[in-house]
């Protein structure tokens, strides 16, 4: 059904917690709580396909050390509005019992997450650890990652350079500059997140929804192919992450030969930021930052954006 579709993917991508299916039988609750403009256009165009977006699985795992639970729902009024966020009840020795166990929201495949949104989150449990954390420089681990899902094959991720094919122009090739692991340039792929209190779920997923926007549009430039197999014409490109989440991509000024750059703030999963930077004396590219901005939200993919300003520095090229 289209409108169920519909609210599913408005749910994902605006509620509280995202889309939450309860638990059935033997079936954890699952919450889905990120999908890409790609993935809403294949369950579109392909109504049997059952696309699935970003989810977590919410579950209880033991702990060696005690902490207190609530035995019974905590949530005051689970009707309030939509804008509203829900109100909770405090933790009190009436409500809980110690036990020796933690509420988990449990991932199918680790997440590269930073460690500033990691230890966002932390803040939010209560500084409830997230065990088992080894940084490195996180656009390591959002290649990592990505490479894994795109081929089977184990290829090396020593590899920075990726070979990108789009109809209708030339091949693009992306170096991805993976930073160093100063500390707000590294990461960690995080498996579980444990919690105590539900109250902190909302919170937890806005940080989740905001780390797998920006990994969607990093892992964009990524691809199997990191060979040129022709010698078809090529257009270059660097990715090269800043602190927090934002990257400059670089790249060659389509008539003169000087750099240019386009730098992209994710401010939220819903909220992009583009400015486009031009030697002063070079032509313009006929894109403004608005034009990148509405471009990069429609579909997080950065090649398809840099086609499309590419397409109108030719085409203003052609008017002239």
Do not use: W
């Not at 988990?104 to 500084?127: D, N």
């Not at 806005?206 to 926007?213: D, F, G, N, T, Y």
């Amino acid at each position: 059904n289209r409108t169920q579709d519909l609210n599913r993917v408005t749910e994902v991508l605006n509620g509280k917690v995202g889309h939450l299916v309860p638990r059935t039988g033997g079936t954890p609750m699952n919450i889905e709580f990120y999908i890409s403009p790609y993935q809403v256009l294949e369950a579109e165009l392909n109504h049997d396909s059952q696309v699935c977006g970003t989810k977590t699985v919410v579950t209880v795992e033991g702990t060696d050390t005690l902490h207190k639970l609530p035995l019974s729902p905590l949530i005051v009024d689970p009707q309030a509005g939509e804008d509203s966020n829900p109100s909770f009840l405090q933790l009190t020795d009436e409500l809980s019992m110690d036990l020796p166990a933690l509420f988990v929201l449990k991932f199918h495949q680790p997440v590269p997450i930073s460690s500033t949104s990691i230890e966002e989150i932390q803040r939010l449990t209560g500084r409830i650890q997230i065990s088992g954390l080894k940084l490195a420089p996180l656009y390591e681990l959002i290649v990592q990652s990505t490479l894994k899902e795109k081929c089977s094959e184990d290829l090396s991720t020593n590899t920075s350079c990726f070979f990108v094919s789009l109809p209708d122009c030339p091949k693009h090739c992306y170096f991805i500059n993976k930073g160093s692991e100063k500390s707000n340039l590294a990461g960690a792929l995080v498996s579980k997140i444990p919690f105590s209190h539900p109250k902190c779920v909302p919170g937890i997923i806005e940080i989740l929804r905001h780390q797998v926007a920006y990994n969607t549009l990093i892992s964009s430039c990524v691809s199997e192919k990191h060979i040129n197999e022709d010698d078809s014409q090529l257009l270059y490109f660097e990715v090269v992450p800043h602190k927090n989440t934002s990257f400059s991509v670089f790249f060659l000024h389509p008539v003169k030969e000087n750099l240019a750059c386009v730098v992209i703030d994710v401010i939220t999963s819903r909220e992009v930021q583009c400015h486009l930077h031009l030697n002063p004396p070079d032509p313009t590219l006929n894109s403004s930052n608005d034009f990148i901005a509405r471009a990069v939200k429609r579909c997080m993919s950065v090649p398809v954006v840099m086609r499309a300003v590419f397409r109108n520095a030719a085409n203003m090229k052609a008017d002239s």
